[in-house]
């Protein structure tokens, strides 16, 4: 088993508060527990800046050099999100210092582009290379082709193919994916505009400040509701996972301002727009 921890957080916290955090939660919240041998990455951004990020809008420093020589003491490796949807050869240029800075054996690249994937892999051969959840594969057909590119060497799942017993148990390659543990707002996007605009920030293209949601922004329903669970505490069964075959996980924090998870809750949903309908070329979707 391994566990990639969400690394996520104000750079006041030191690290190794921020994942015995998780830790705990996990423990009290759904009886699974882990240790540090049982993590193979921490992921978020450093104090670098560069075009790349992705996932979130990098105007925080989430781990500090203090805080990635901890995760080398502890034998966890830092994974790099560099999830953005769309890259320009500029782009790749100026963040190859950042690449230089941290490229040593136990680190990965988590990457949404094959076109990343492949320079990673010829430049920088000491990183592990993971596709991103941002890749949204949810069908047997999308996963066989980003396997066959041979270029990753492990595959994250959006959450919602958690729910997919067929799709999941259909997986030849089970110790090539990760599925996460517990949920966040993608996990009931309808749409996940956020990601193409979030790159387009992190590059200084958009405004920050319009950023798309399809819940503030485009006003979607959620693919599903159910205002019985406390999304924040939740956590999937793990055992059933462990049993098909899979052993690589994904955990992100029990924080609001990552899960984002009250927008979640039927009560909290705002003028919905039921036709659903939104075309914007300049997202990258």
Not at 16 to 29: G, Q, R, V
Request: aromatic share 12%; net charge negative.
């Amino acid at each position: 088993m391994k566990i990639s921890c969400s690394a996520r957080k104000d750079w006041q916290y030191h690290i190794s508060d921020w994942i015995d955090f998780e830790k705990t939660h996990a423990k009290i919240h759904s009886g699974f527990e882990f240790d540090y041998d049982d993590i193979d990455y921490a992921f978020g951004t450093t104090e670098d800046t560069i075009p790349l990020w992705g996932g979130r809008v990098s105007d925080a420093i989430n781990l500090t050099k203090v805080d990635i020589y901890w995760l080398y003491d502890k034998g966890i490796g830092y994974k790099a999100t560099l999830s953005s949807k769309s890259m320009s050869d500029v782009d790749y240029k100026n963040s190859k210092e950042m690449l230089k800075e941290h490229h040593r054996e136990g680190n990965a690249i988590i990457t949404a582009l094959d076109k990343l994937a492949r320079k990673i892999k010829n430049d920088f051969p000491k990183y592990k290379v993971e596709a991103s959840a941002v890749m949204d594969i949810t069908t047997e057909e999308h996963l066989n082709r980003v396997i066959d590119t041979g270029l990753y060497d492990t595959i994250v799942l959006p959450i919602c193919a958690n729910d997919d017993t067929k799709f999941l148990e259909s997986i030849k390659n089970k110790d090539q994916i990760r599925l996460f543990i517990n949920a966040e707002c993608s996990y009931t996007c309808p749409k996940k505009v956020c990601y193409g605009t979030i790159g387009q920030i992190n590059k200084e293209t958009r405004d920050p400040n319009k950023m798309m949601c399809s819940h503030f922004d485009l006003k979607m329903p959620r693919t599903f509701y159910d205002d019985s669970i406390n999304w924040s505490n939740f956590y999937f069964d793990k055992d059933k996972f462990d049993k098909m075959g899979f052993s690589n996980y994904k955990l992100v924090p029990s924080w609001e301002a990552q899960q984002r998870t009250h927008i979640m809750y039927e009560k909290n949903k705002i003028g919905i727009n039921q036709g659903g309908q939104y075309n914007d070329s300049s997202v990258h979707c």
